[in-house]
C-alpha cells in the first residue's frame, strides 16, 4: 500500500483525493475526496488571463487541501493542472502560489496527458465486467475542455478540444455580464455550432464512432446522473456506473436550456457553482451521444483525479 495525494485543478473546480493505493489489487482505497468551485478559468476566454480573485479562491482552496494532506500522511502528492492554466499568460503567478502553499510545483500537462490520466482513472474498475462491451470511448467534461479517449486495456487515440461548459457559457450564453435565463435559440446554435465544430477536430484523430461504451466523467455528466434518478441529494455511490439514455439526456438538456436560474438551483443535487454552467455541459455530452450513436452513457464518478493518484503510486 502506497498513500498518495493527487489534486486535479481544472478551469470551473480543484479537487482532492488522498488514497491508498494497492497496485497488486489495482484498488484505491479513498481517505479524502473532496471537490471546491472556484472558477479559475473566470474570463480566461475573454482576456487571456487568470483574474485576481480566482487565484485567490484557488489559493484559499490549496491552503485547506494542505492540511488535509498533512493530517492524513500522504507520503507522494501529485498537482495537476489542465485547460485554464495552460490558456493563461500569467499562469507563472498560478505555479509560484501553489508552490508556496502545497510545496509541490503545479504540472501544466497537455490535453492528450490529460486523456491519459482520465482514461486510467475511469476505466481500471470497468475492465472484466461482463455487461459492458469494449472498446470504450471516455468522455471527459471539463471547464474549458473536454478530451476524447478511444481504448480498451490501453490508450489507442486522444485528443482535447477547448470546448467546456464554463467556455461555452462565457463565449455564447452571457448578455451584459450575467448569463441569460433562459438563453435565446440563437445563443443556443451558436453552442451547438462550437462543439460540432470541435467534434469535427476530435475525429480527425480519434475515431469517436468506433467504440462499443461511452463512459462519461466530471461535473457536468454526474449531474445529468443525478437529475435523471431525482436523487433528494448528491449520492457518489448512486450515481458511481449509473447509466443513463440518449432520450433522458436529450430531456434533461432541453429543460435545463429552458430553465431559469432559481429553477435550476433547486435541484436537490445541483452544486451552487454548476447552477449556470450546467446547461451547456449537457449540451455538449448530447452532441456527442448524437455524434457517436451511443444509446446510453455510463457514469463513473473516478477520472482524472484517479489517474493522477495512480500514477504516483
Known sequence: MTRV????????????????????????TDLDRRMTIVRLGQGVDRTGRLAPEALERTFAACREYAEAVKAHGAERLRFVATSASRDAENRDEFVRGVLDILGVEPEVISGDQEAEFSFTGATKELTGRV?????????????GSTEFVVGDD????????????????????VRDG???DPPSEEQIAAVRADVEAALDLAEQSVPLRE??????????????????????????????????????????????LRSTHAERAAV???????????????LVLLAIMERTGAEEVVVSEHDIL???????A
Open 211 to 256: 467504440a462499443r461504451t461511452l463512459v462519461g466523467l466530471a461535473g457536468s455528466v454526474t449531474t445529468v446522473s443525478a437529475i435523471a434518478q431525482e436523487l433528494p441529494e448528491y449520492d457518489s455511490a448512486a450515481i458511481h456506473h449509473s447509466r443513463v439514455s440518449r432520450d433522458r439526456v436529450r430531456e434533461i438538456t432541453d429543460w435545463l
Open 131 to 143: 455487461d459492458l462491451e469494449g472498446t470504450y470511448l471516455v468522455v471527459d467534461i471539463g471547464g
Open 306 to 312: 484517479d489517474g493522477i493518484a495512480w500514477s504516483i
Open 5 to 28: 495525494a493527487a489534486i486535479d485543478c481544472g478551469t470551473n473546480s480543484i479537487r482532492l483525493l488522498v488514497a491508498d493505493a494497492d497496485p497488486a489489487t489495482g484498488e484505491l
Open 268 to 282: 436537490p443535487a445541483m452544486h451552487p457553482g454548476r447552477v449556470d454552467v450546467i446547461a451547456a455541459g449537457s
Open 178 to 180: 450575467a448569463v441569460t
Open 154 to 173: 490501453r490508450v489507442r487515440a486522444a485528443r482535447s478540444v477547448d470546448v467546456g461548459c464554463v467556455r461555452m457559457t462565457e463565449r455564447h450564453l
